[in-house]
């Protein structure tokens, strides 16, 4: 029996999703990683683990465990500086182990990448209040800040809304699937949050629409610095420098136009046309008409 559009966004959101023996195979290295980083000179208050996993919108195959390190030292002036702390007390710890700088964080590379760990250094300020509200490098140099926990609860927010119950998670794993298969150069955060905030004032959740909506409305503004919508932070960049906006505009115009063309072929009922086209914008990893 062949597929609608419908069911084919519902069997590709199962497929995204990551299988529990991936989430326990990345959190195996955990507390070789911590105890890393509490023995350096630099000291860690606490650690926090952010992003994708912890939100519930990572799609398999495509993550990473991110590792938010809070730093007892004063923050240096530079970000570099904190970067080269994190680097070096890791490749104390895993010499023969590959440990890398990847703007905002260091990665550690275990079994050749299959397992790998993203340490975030954080310094703790006092601005948010009752929300704990971090400097962290910058994608691009210099320092930013965030709120992991009131951006969490963000998108937790939105995803609750019994309108659209689990819409916002949902859109954020399809974006970033459309992102991994075709190499597009923009923070997964950065599309998490906007998937949340599109989600925030859409009556409810229908794949093929939103993502065409979605992809849409970013190129329409395209790809511009986002506030923080709990006005706890500064704005999120998209890209990490001009270069790479550059390419992931060009490849967001091809997205959308395409997203447009599979919507606009299931409203015809034309669904060979709209599996092609959500075949082309997937990376010809979305499910098969039949």
Same mark, same amino acid.
């Given at each position: 029996?062949?597929?609608?559009?419908?069911?084919?966004?519902?069997?590709?959101?199962?497929?995204?999703?990551?299988?529990?023996?991936?989430?326990? &195979?990345?959190?195996? %290295?955990?507390?070789?990683?911590?105890?890393?980083?509490?023995? *350096?000179?630099?000291?860690?208050?606490?650690?926090? $683990?952010?992003?994708?996993?912890?939100? +519930?919108?990572?799609?398999?195959?495509?993550?990473?465990?991110?590792?938010? /390190?809070?730093?007892?030292?004063?923050?240096?002036?530079?970000?570099?500086?904190?970067?080269?702390?994190?680097?070096?007390?890791?490749?104390?710890?895993?010499?023969?182990?590959?440990?890398?700088?990847?703007?905002?964080?260091?990665?550690?590379?275990?079994?050749? +990448?299959?397992? @790998?760990?993203?340490?975030?250094? *954080?310094?703790?300020?006092?601005?948010? +209040?009752? @929300?704990?509200?971090? !400097?962290?490098?910058?994608? *691009?140099?210099?320092?930013?800040? @965030?709120?992991? @926990?009131? %951006?969490?609860?963000?998108?937790? $927010?939105?995803?609750?809304?019994?309108?659209?119950?689990?819409?916002?998670?949902?859109?954020?794993?399809?974006?970033? &699937?459309?992102?991994?298969?075709?190499?597009?150069?923009?923070?997964?955060?950065?599309?998490?949050?906007?998937?949340?905030?599109?989600? &925030? !004032?859409?009556?409810?959740?229908?794949?093929?629409?939103?993502?065409?909506?979605?992809?849409?409305?970013?190129?329409? %503004?395209?790809?511009?610095?986002?506030?923080?919508?709990?006005?706890?932070?500064?704005?999120?960049? /998209?890209?990490?420098?001009?270069?790479?906006?550059?390419?992931?505009?060009?490849?967001?115009?091809?997205?959308?136009?395409?997203?447009?063309?599979?919507?606009?072929? %299931?409203?015809?009922?034309?669904?060979?046309?709209?599996?092609?086209?959500?075949?082309?914008?997937?990376?010809?990893?979305?499910?098969?008409?039949?």
């Amino acid at each position: 029996m062949a597929l609608s559009v419908n069911q084919g966004f519902d069997l590709f959101l199962q497929q995204l999703t990551p299988t529990v023996g991936e989430r326990e &195979a990345k959190a195996r %290295h955990r507390r070789s990683v911590e105890t890393s980083l509490q023995a *350096a000179a630099f000291g860690v208050s606490l650690f926090r $683990e952010t992003g994708s996993f912890t939100h +519930g919108t990572g799609v398999r195959g495509y993550c990473d465990v991110d590792l938010l /390190a809070s730093i007892k030292a004063g923050r240096p002036n530079s970000s570099d500086t904190a970067l080269g702390w994190v680097k070096s007390a890791l490749q104390a710890s895993f010499p023969s182990t590959e440990v890398v700088i990847r703007r905002p964080t260091v990665q550690v590379r275990f079994t050749g +990448g299959a397992e @790998t760990w993203e340490v975030l250094p *954080a310094f703790l300020t006092f601005r948010g +209040g009752d @929300t704990s509200v971090y !400097d962290i490098p910058g994608a *691009a140099g210099g320092w930013m800040d @965030t709120a992991p @926990t009131a %951006h969490l609860a963000y998108v937790n $927010e939105v995803n609750q809304r019994p309108v659209a119950a689990g819409g916002a998670k949902k859109l954020a794993r399809l974006v970033k &699937a459309w992102k991994y298969y075709n190499r597009v150069p923009v923070s997964s955060f950065y599309l998490e949050m906007r998937a949340a905030q599109y989600m &925030a !004032d859409e009556p409810n959740f229908i794949a093929v629409w939103d993502i065409c909506g979605l992809l849409e409305k970013l190129d329409g %503004h395209q790809l511009a610095g986002m506030n923080d919508p709990k006005n706890k932070a500064g704005r999120f960049a /998209a890209c990490s420098s001009d270069a790479t906006r550059r390419e992931a505009l060009s490849k967001l115009r091809t997205g959308a136009i395409r997203a447009r063309k599979a919507l606009d072929a %299931h409203q015809k009922d034309d669904q060979a046309t709209a599996f092609t086209y959500l075949s082309l914008l997937f990376g010809g990893r979305f499910p098969s008409v039949s």
